[in-house]
C-alpha cells in the first residue's frame, strides 16, 4: 500500500493538503493447456492460471464459434473443422485483467470401412481395410 498526497496552493498562499492509501494489485497470468481434436468430439481446456499473491479469479474464455463459457475448466464440442484462436481472459475483482490465445486445431473425423470375402467353416477369411483419414488411407 503507497499514501499518495496532493498539496494545493491558492494564489494567496493558503494549502490544503489531502492523502490517501493506494493499493497495487498483481495482474492475474493466464495459461492454459488444450490438446487439438476431432469434429464432434470434446476438447477439454485445462486452465492453469496463476496470481500471486492468491486472489479470486474470474475467467471468460471465447472459444471463437460464437460460443464462451465462464467455467474455470470448460469442455466443448466443435461443430466443424478448422483452426480455432481460443481466447482466455482472466481477472479479478478489482478490474486487473490479463488475456492469452491460443490455437486450437479440430480435424474430421476418420471414415472407418473394410470389406471381407465370404466366411465359411474352417476357410481363412481375408479382410481389406478401406479406412481413410483427412490426409490419406491407414
Not at 496463476?50 to 471468460?60: C, E, H, Q
Not at 480435424?107 to 470401412?113: D, E, L, W
Request: glycine residues 6%; neutral net charge.
Amino acid at each position: 500500500i503507497y499514501v499518495v498526497s496532493v498539496t494545493a496552493i491558492s494564489p494567496l498562499g493558503c494549502t490544503h493538503t489531502v492523502a490517501k492509501p493506494i493499493q497495487i494489485f498483481a495482474n492475474p497470468l493466464p495459461n492454459f493447456t488444450v490438446t487439438s481434436g476431432c469434429i464432434g468430439a470434446t476438447t477439454n481446456f485445462v486452465n492453469t492460471s496463476s496470481i500471486s499473491p492468491s486472489a479470486t479469479l474470474f475467467y471468460n474464455w471465447d472459444f471463437k464459434d460464437g460460443s464462451t463459457s465462464t467455467q474455470p475448466n470448460p469442455s466443448k464440442t466443435y461443430g466443424a473443422t478448422g483452426n480455432y484462436l481460443v481466447k482466455l481472459t482472466v481477472s479479478r475483482a478489482e478490474g486487473c485483467a490479463q488475456s492469452l490465445e491460443k490455437e486450437v486445431i479440430i480435424f474430421q473425423k476418420p471414415s472407418a470401412f473394410f470389406q471381407f470375402n465370404h466366411i465359411c467353416a474352417e476357410d481363412t477369411v481375408s479382410f481389406v481395410n478401406y479406412s481413410t483419414h483427412f490426409g490419406g488411407t491407414f
